[in-house]
């Protein structure tokens, strides 16, 4: 059973910073790709930065020149360090990472359950 726990959401006020973590835990044999995906109410889901397991970074547009994303492939652990926080931000924020397990030979879809990330004005 592969699992993906997110945390560190929570209450900030604009301007402020939250940084989130993603543990991967599970039957796993490799990670490849990883991301922070959000979604407010009423909105669909986007992208707001992913990562490789080479440690190639890509963000969306929202995030560029705000938000970092890392990872430890070591602990399975992926972060998002997110700066100049604004009432925009607010959503909940999953993660996603493609992973291969003992009993398959194709990385799969597992997503978190998501952290939700409030900011005030």
């Known amino acids: 059973q592969v699992q993906l726990v997110e945390s560190g959401g929570g209450l900030v006020q604009a301007g402020g910073s939250l940084r989130l973590s993603c543990a991967a835990s599970?039957?796993?044999?490799?990670?490849?790709?990883m991301g922070w995906y959000r979604q407010a109410p009423g909105k669909r889901r986007e992208l707001v930065a992913s990562i490789t397991s080479g440690g190639s970074t890509n963000y969306g547009d929202s995030a560029k020149g705000r938000f970092t994303i890392s990872r430890d492939s070591a602990e399975k652990t992926m972060y998002l360090q997110m700066n100049g926080l604004s009432p925009e931000d607010t959503a909940v924020y999953y993660c996603n990472a493609q992973i291969r397990t003992p009993w398959g030979v194709a990385h799969l879809n597992y997503w978190g359950q998501g952290t939700q990330v409030t900011v005030s004005s």
């Open positions: 599970g039957n796993i044999l490799s990670i490849n790709d």
